[in-house]
């Protein structure tokens, strides 16, 4: 593979994972943190920017993202995947990417009421760059996400030229614990799973450039993922700088989105504002791309429906949910994907941590049924649905539950366990992967 195209390749799965939340998250914590800003972005790095470059490593040792869990009884394996592609599809994140663009880019311009006009246009452009799967590195990798980055960088230099403020104080959560809420707030992004997901995408863009030997795609995959560690960090430390900075222009702001409004304002005026519009609307559009094309070759590989019929599909739904009830889509979908995103974890995890004759049907289905457990218990308590009583009794139990990742140590004891079985009974897995 040429240089060239390997650069396209790590630019394009930036851009796939930037989506709009990406940047409202890292403002909003910097300035909670205050003076320990840069401590709570270090540990929101090793989650947000580490665990889906561990899975996109991963992916690229497998050649194939359906291997993943390829070891899991049929019903198991496909429940998983369609729920991990409809919860990141249009049941969730891609209604979501349509609205938050609409809700940034276009709705601060106008009083009237375009969402569904706008959302048909988005999702017709969503289609015409998604039936063309060969082109992608193309559009998203040679041309939309340098735009990106330079949109980006336009901002951040004006910042560093003249910031609008000095660091807060830091609130108490981050004045006593910096690192360890970075480090849940990066795991909270959920781009663990977005990378289970955009797997499919990365793998056969690494394919359609010729590469088809297992040790050249591990290879390049690593050379992927270590371009999207570089740009993401350096996307994450620039967002966190605007909200360590904003003090004079949005002290106690609501949300991240608010305080990039006021920035790009600040520093730019209404032509700032036409900045960030362009900013959130291009990295929604490569994020829906990405994951249309991502739903529309899982359903051509594993149950032969033509790729253009899924495009199809996939961007009518999206525009479909996007206009009509979208609230009470996310607060069926949010609980899917809070337990999906440990499972995706764990099964990556078995990949590195088994030894490869481990990795049968037995084994596997155990180690997403433990994730599935806990990680349910974890999502219930992000959503305040354990009732008072038990939540007392899980935080008293239950290692890391405050932290919600009480999955972590059943399914690392797990692991532990089947190793030692493994080392006293040798012969007792095939291989499967």
Sequence with gaps: MKKRDLAAIGFMTFALFLGAGNLIFPPLM??????????????????????PALTIIVLGQLSSAE???????????????????????????????????????????????????????????????????????????????????????????????????????????????PIVNGLIQGYMTLDAIAAVAFGWVIINTIKSKGVTSKADLARYSKWIALIYVVLMSLCYLAMGYLGATSSTIAPNAANGGE????????????????????????????????????????YRNTYNVPFYRSVIIVTVLTAAVSNVGLEQIITVSLPAILILCPIAIALILSIIFLPKRAINAGLQSRVVIAATIFGSIDAFSVLDMIPAALNVQFNQWLPLYEYHLSWLIPVAILFVGLKITQRTQPTACAETV
């Design 67 to 177: 291997k993943l869990t390829s070891a899991l009884p049929t019903w198991m394996n496909r429940t998983f995947w369609f729920l991990v592609l409809t919860t990141l599809g249009p049941a969730f994140v891609l209604p979501r990417a349509v609205t938050v663009a609409y809700e940034m880019g276009i709705k601060p311009f106008t009083d009237a009421n375009l969402l569904l006009p706008f959302s048909i246009l988005f999702c017709f452009i969503t289609l015409l760059l998604a039936l063309k799967p060969g082109k992608l590195l193309d559009y998203i990798g040679k041309v939309m996400t340098p735009t990106l980055i330079a949109m980006l960088t336009l901002l951040v230099v004006a910042a560093l030229v003249n910031p609008l403020g000095t660091s807060l104080p830091a609130t108490q959560d981050y004045l006593e614990q």
């Design 259 to 298: 305080i990039l409004t006021r920035y790009a304002a600040g520093e730019f005026g209404y032509a700032g504002q036409l900045l960030l519009a362009g900013i959130t609307l291009m990295a929604c559009l490569t994020t829906t791309v990405g994951l249309t094309n991502a739903n529309a070759e899982y």
């Design 30 to 51: 910097a300035q909670q943190a205050g003076d320990y800003w840069l401590i709570a972005i270090a540990g929101f790095l090793l989650t947000a920017v580490g665990l």
